[in-house]
C-alpha cells in the first residue's frame, strides 16, 4: 500500500516569511496530491491539490510543486499569516477504476509567530 | 457546493453500546464515501471505504464486525460502532468522492467517548 513521509513535524515561522513543508510518497500509481489544513477539532479543509501531470501549481500565496521521479511534493506559504496557524497535511490517492482512500502524511504543525 | 454533512457532532455513551454516525452529501451524489478515524495530534487513518450498493471495503487491522458501515444511498452513508469499548474512543471523519477530479470532501466529524 501507499506510505506517504511528511516533514517537519513541527514548523516555526515569523509572520511574514515563507514556509515549506515536504511529504514524499512511495506507489508509484498514486497520482492525486491534496493539502489540508485542520484546525482543532475541525474537518480537513482542502487548501490545495496538484495531479501527477502538472509539476506545479500556484493559488495566491500557496503553491505545490510535484516531482514525480523522486516521488515527493511540497507545500509552499508564502507572507504567512497568523491566520495560517493550523496542522497541515499532505496526502497522496490513486484516482481512476475505483478510488481509493487518502492516504495522510502525519501532519506538520505551522506556527506562525507575530 | 461540494457540502458534506456528519452527524452526531458528539456521542458519549457508554460502553457496551452501539453508536450510529451518518455521512451525506449535500449538494452532489457520491458513490463513493470514506471513513477515517483520528486519535489526538495525530494523522487521519482511513478505516474503510465505503461503495454505494455493495459492501465496504476494509483497512487491514480494522474490524468489519465491529466498524458496520451501510452505503444505501448515492448520498447517505452511515458507520456503526458496534459494542463501543473506551479504545474505541476517537474522531471519526467521513468524505464523500466528488465525481469531478475525484475530489474528497470531509464532513465535521464526530467526536466518541466510550465511558
Known amino acids: 500500500g501507499e506510505n506517504v513521509e511528511q516533514h517537519p513535524s513541527t514548523l516555526s515561522v515569523q509572520e511574514g516569511d515563507s514556509a515549506v513543508i515536504k511529504c514524499t510518497y512511495s506507489?508509484?500509481?498514486?497520482?492525486?496530491f491534496p493539502w489540508y489544513k485542520q484546525e482543532l477539532g475541525k474537518r480537513p479543509q482542502l487548501i490545495i491539490d496538484?495531479?501527477?501531470?502538472?509539476g506545479e501549481k500556484k493559488d495566491q500565496r500557496i503553491a505545490v510543486t510535484l516531482n514525480k521521479t523522486a516521488k515527493h511534493f511540497s507545500l509552499h506559504i508564502t507572507e504567512t499569516q497568523p491566520e495560517d496557524s493550523a496542522v497541515y497535511f499532505c496526502a497522496a490517492m490513486r484516482t481512476g477504476g475505483g478510488a481509493d482512500g487518502l492516504t495522510f502524511g502525519k501532519g506538520t504543525h505551522l506556527i506562525i509567530q507575530p | 457546493g461540494a457540502v458534506v454533512s456528519q452527524h452526531p457532532s458528539r456521542v458519549i455513551c457508554k460502553s457496551g453500546t452501539s453508536v450510529k454516525i451518518e455521512c451525506r452529501s449535500l449538494d452532489f451524489q457520491a458513490t463513493t464515501m470514506f471513513w477515517y478515524r483520528q486519535f489526538p495530534k495525530q494523522s487521519l487513518m482511513l478505516m474503510a471505504t465505503?461503495?454505494?450498493?455493495?459492501?465496504?471495503?476494509?483497512e487491514q487491522g480494522v474490524e468489519k464486525d465491529k466498524f458496520l458501515i451501510n452505503h444505501a444511498s448515492l448520498t447517505l452513508s452511515t458507520l456503526t460502532v458496534t459494542s463501543a469499548h473506551p479504545e474505541d474512543s476517537s474522531f471519526y471523519i467521513c468524505s464523500a468522492g466528488h465525481r469531478v477530479g475525484n475530489i474528497q470532501y470531509f464532513g465535521a466529524g464526530t467526536r466518541l467517548s466510550v465511558l
Open positions: 496538484i495531479r501527477s501531470n502538472v
Open positions: 465505503s461503495n454505494e450498493g455493495s459492501k465496504a471495503t476494509y
Open positions: 506507489d508509484s500509481a498514486s497520482n492525486y
